[in-house]
């Protein structure tokens, strides 16, 4: 199975602006998911976006999907300090059962 | 509903023992993955067990080990420890819907081996 590729690594921006992270990926795919994770903590599910699916919202986050360019992007507006942490992308191949994360985009929120 | 718990939290192990780690998933979801999260590398998928049963194994050697009870409680053994598995080991337990697998993570292991 695969892994996905964020970038960028790190992004660092100022409260109220927006971030957009990226996710790409090589192979087949039933759906991609985005994770956050506070500092050393245990990741929290953001959001699922199925392969037959090109955008999904939820408040403030915003993310798409491309299967011909096997891309995503998560996208956060409006950005608080709060939202600091780091974002993961993972991919769920065709068995549904089998989630490969990616090493994902350190985002930092200066108020 | 409580969450996936994890322990312990914290460990501390010197080179060569080794360690188990528990992980207990969200009540009903029988799927448990283990994960090792590391600064270099990551988050490495390790395996993940449903109905008692490997059912995927990541690339880790044989000194990795895991099992599930019948109550989906799930553990992880890592034997001949070495300095690079300190790390934080994070368990997920996952559960299929219409949407797709959506997984719980529990807060983690941290682990330091001296």
């Known amino acids: 199975s695969q892994q996905g590729e964020e970038d960028p690594q790190a992004l660092s921006i100022q409260e109220g602006e927006n971030a957009t992270m990226n996710c790409s990926y090589k192979t087949s795919i039933n759906n991609l998911q985005w994770y956050r994770q506070n500092s050393g903590r245990g990741l929290v599910h953001l959001i699922l976006?199925?392969?037959?699916?090109r955008e999904k919202h939820s408040g403030r986050l915003r993310v798409t999907l491309d299967t011909s360019k096997k891309s995503s992007s998560l996208l956060i507006t409006a950005s608080r300090a709060a939202d600091t942490a780091s974002y993961f992308c993972a991919l769920v191949g065709s068995n549904n059962n089998d989630m490969r994360f990616g090493a994902g985009t350190r985002l930092t929120v200066k108020p | 509903k409580a969450g996936v718990t994890q322990t312990p939290r914290y460990l501390i192990k010197t080179r060569g023992q080794q360690v188990t780690l528990s992980c207990s998933p969200i009540s009903g979801h029988r799927s448990v993955s283990w994960y090792q999260q590391t600064p270099g590398q990551g988050l490495q998928f390790l395996f993940e067990?449903?109905?008692?049963?490997?059912?995927n194994k990541g690339n880790f050697p044989g000194r990795f080990s895991g099992r599930q009870f019948s109550n989906s409680r799930s553990e992880m053994n890592v034997s001949t420890l070495e300095l690079g598995d300190s790390a934080l080991y994070l368990c997920?337990?996952?559960?299929?819907?219409?949407?797709?697998?959506?997984?719980?993570f529990g807060q983690g292991t941290r682990l330091t081996v001296v």
């Open positions: 976006i199925r392969s037959n699916e």
């Open positions: 067990y449903f109905s008692e049963t490997q059912r």
């Open positions: 997920a337990s996952s559960v299929l819907h219409q949407g797709g697998t959506e997984a719980f």
